[in-house]
């Protein structure tokens, strides 16, 4: 079992920064692929960043060059660093961890960038 929680969300304006944070209890993280995502009212939930048990990472195409995933095993912590921050990247952002047999997910923080 991992109880993840979500921080670090807030109101920023267009072309800030942000940094989340994704901290697990119970198991530790190093044996799932962790990832966030962001959902918009009304619209599906969406991958934004991936980093699996190796440390190879994946982005959604907006958000390439702008944001960084990294995870830090030893803290039980899920990191996502926003930088250049667009409106359209305003949402609630959700951890998640998984493997073969298992999904968690966060409660979710909320991101919010003005124009």
């Known amino acids: 079992q991992v109880h993840l929680v979500e921080s670090g969300g807030g109101l920023v304006q267009s072309g800030g920064s942000l940094r989340l944070s994704c901290a697990a209890s119970?198991?530790?993280?190093?044996?799932?692929?962790m990832s966030w995502y962001r959902q918009v009212p009304g619209k599906e939930r969406e991958l934004v960043a991936e980093?699996?048990?190796?440390?190879?990472?994946t982005y959604e195409d907006s958000v390439k060059g702008r944001f960084t995933i990294s995870r830090n095993n030893d803290m039980n912590t899920l990191f996502l660093e926003m930088t250049r921050l667009k409106p359209e990247d305003t949402a609630d952002y959700y951890c998640?961890?998984?493997?073969?047999?298992?999904?968690?997910w966060g409660q979710g923080t909320q991101v919010t960038v003005s124009s």
């Open positions: 998640q961890g998984y493997n073969r047999r298992e999904i968690y």
């Open positions: 980093v699996d048990t190796y440390g190879t990472t």
């Open positions: 119970g198991t530790g993280i190093s044996v799932y692929t």
